[in-house]
Structure formats: structure tokens, C-alpha cells
């Protein structure tokens, strides 16, 4: 059964950090790119950060640049995300997603969720201020 498993959320305060998982099963993450996505309550989901299937180039939306670091570990089928400096509005439920052959690339340098070809179910982080 092929599926994406996130990990790592919870309840931190401003300016703590978490460390987020997506581990994969049934999927050999090598050959996909990855996303992470985020959706707060009542707004649209968004793009967070995306990594190649590589991990030679990363992505990162404007509103996490030096705070988050995407990276993945091809060996243990998981990729991560590191993110420092948490702000309330960081608060999301977040998701990986994974994306293969044409559209990887426009994915991960546009952030898009379009092109995605699996999900995971999410998981939560919520800041306190």
C-alpha cells in the first residue's frame, strides 16, 4: 500500500522548533521530489518548502526562508523538515506530498500542489504566542 506518513508536529511556543518527517511506504522516495504543504484553519494551503529527488535543490516559500531546511535521506525513505523560529502564524496542519518524472521540477520551483501525485494525511503544529 502505497502511502506518505508525516510525523514531528505538535504544541511549541514562539520561537521554538519542531522537526517534521514524511516517511514513505510502498514508494521509493529516490525518485520523487517532495513537497511540504501547509493549511491553516479557514485559509488556502500553501506551499512550504520542496526538495528534488536528489535533494541537490531545495525551495522554500518567502515566509520560511532561513527559518526552515528541507533535507531528505534517500537510505531511510524519509525526507524532513526543520523548522526553527516558529511564529504563531506557522500554526498548520502540514503535509508531504510526493512528486515524480515531468512535473518534479515545476513543482518544486513553483511550490505547487497541482502536480502532486501522492499525500500524506497531515500533521498538526500549532505555535502559542
Do not use: H
Amino acid at each position: 500500500q502505497l502511502q506518505l506518513v508525516e510525523s514531528g508536529g505538535g504544541l511549541v511556543q514562539t520561537g521554538g522548533s519542531l522537526k517534521l518527517s514524511c516517511t514513505a511506504s510502498g514508494l521509493i522516495l529516490e525518485y520523487y521530489a517532495i513537497g511540504w504543504f501547509r493549511q491553516a484553519p479557514g485559509k488556502e494551503r500553501e506551499g512550504v518548502s520542496c526538495i528534488s529527488n536528489s535533494g541537490g535543490s531545495t525551495n522554500y516559500a518567502d515566509s520560511v526562508k532561513g527559518r526552515f531546511t528541507i533535507s531528505r535521506d534517500n537510505a531511510k525513505n524519509t525526507v524532513y523538515l526543520q523548522m526553527n523560529s516558529l511564529k504563531p502564524e506557522d500554526t498548520a496542519v502540514y503535509y508531504c506530498a510526493a512528486v515524480g518524472g515531468y512535473y518534479m521540477e515545476w513543482s518544486c520551483q513553483t511550490l505547487s500542489s497541482a502536480g502532486m501525485d501522492y499525500w500524506g494525511k497531515g500533521t498538526l503544529v500549532t505555535v502559542s504566542s
